[in-house]
């Protein structure tokens, strides 16, 4: 948020001072910005990154989307380079207060469309799909055992704005659970459309697993508290996206709230759906794809060839 806010004062200031100039020193201007960008650039970025495209955790569903891209775009000279979510977002923010070109594997809901001002590349293949959905999964036998948990979790739906909160506020600074404890005291109306009814437990436990996507990380936090709240013992384990469906299959996790469909996890839903059960949509309205800033010249994949 604050980079956007200097961003747009800075480009204010600049426009005062080329409004107050005079048409020699403007042309000065304009050359020394056709100076900067020549035309090649302009329309393949190549060369300057390397040919890489920043990605994130190697089992991530837009890793595979992102590789498919890249064979379908025929762009073999181009690689996904694998991280993490947190490596993404520091090389994207970087770039940006340097406005550098950089192209990452980029998703919403998430603080970094707030924070800069990005857009997605064409997707004229629909490589990364339409509008996704998260799905909410538990393991086989949870509604009978732990039935409040399961109701609470049958019963959670929120929007990208409500997640927008919590991811905003983790990426201002604060504290995950406190970000998410900080959500769950405001919005009480919605909580308690998904507690209601829901009588408080004791001495249970409740484990929900996840991969550190920072959209997941506000959703498992935030229902996490939930939990937490009616007198579960919560808690949440990181893991890589296979593992996580994996692990709700096995029973080894009760639950997991971050399953994007039907394309970036439809592989891993082959593997595992007849082993969970799905609790149905908690956020509509995703998408995956690749991301890159605003002032970059580009509108398409197919414009990287
Ligand atoms: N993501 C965020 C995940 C799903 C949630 C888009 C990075 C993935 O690609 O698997």
């Known amino acids: 948020m604050k980079l956007k806010k200097y961003g747009i004062v800075a480009g204010m200031s600049l426009a005062l001072v080329a409004a107050g100039c005079g048409t020699d020193e403007e042309d000065t201007g304009t ?9 090649e650039e ?7 990154l390397d040919y890489t495209i920043t990605g994130i955790e190697p089992g991530a569903g837009i890793m595979s989307a992102a590789e498919e891209a890249v064979e379908a775009y025929e762009l073999e000279d181009w690689d ?5 979510s947190a490596a993404m977002t520091q090389a994207l923010g970087t770039a940006y207060e340097n406005e550098e070109p950089v192209i990452v ?25 339409e509008a996704e959905d998260i799905h ?17 979790l049958e019963n ?13 506020a983790i990426n201002e600074g604060q504290n995950e659970a406190e970000a998410a404890a900080e959500w769950v005291e ?25 991969v550190a996507w920072d959209s997941e990380i506000a959703s498992t936090n935030m229902i996490g508290k939930v939990l937490e709240d009616i007198g579960y013992d919560v808690t949440m384990t990181p893991t890589e996206a ?14 997991m709230v971050a399953a994007w469909l039907p394309l970036t996890h439809a592989h891993l839903l082959d593997d595992y759906e007849d082993d969970m059960v799905d609790l149905g949509v908690n956020l509509e309205g995703a998408r995956t794809g690749l991301v890159v800033p605003e002032y970059m010249d580009i509108d398409s994949i197919e414009d990287l060839k």
């Open 186 to 210: 405001n919005n009480q109306d919605k909580v308690s459309e998904w507690t209601e009814g829901v009588s408080s437990v004791e001495d249970e436990e409740i484990e929900l697993i996840f």
């Open 136 to 152: 909410t999964f538990a393991r086989e036998g949870l509604e009978e055992e732990k039935p409040e948990a399961y109701t609470v």
């Open 242 to 255: 296979p593992y996580m469906f994996q692990a709700v299959a096995t029973g080894e996790a009760d639950a």
């Open 42 to 48: 302009s329309t393949n970025y190549g060369e300057e």
């Open 31 to 39: 050359e020394t910005g056709a100076d900067e960008e020549s035309s």
């Open 156 to 168: 959670f739906h929120w929007t990208e704005e409500d997640m927008g909160e919590i991811m905003m």
């Open 105 to 129: 594997t980029g998703w919403t809901p998430h603080w970094k469309f707030a924070a800069y001002d990005l857009k997605y590349l064409e997707d004229p293949e629909g490589i990364f799909g």
């Open 80 to 84: 996904i380079s694998a991280s993490s």
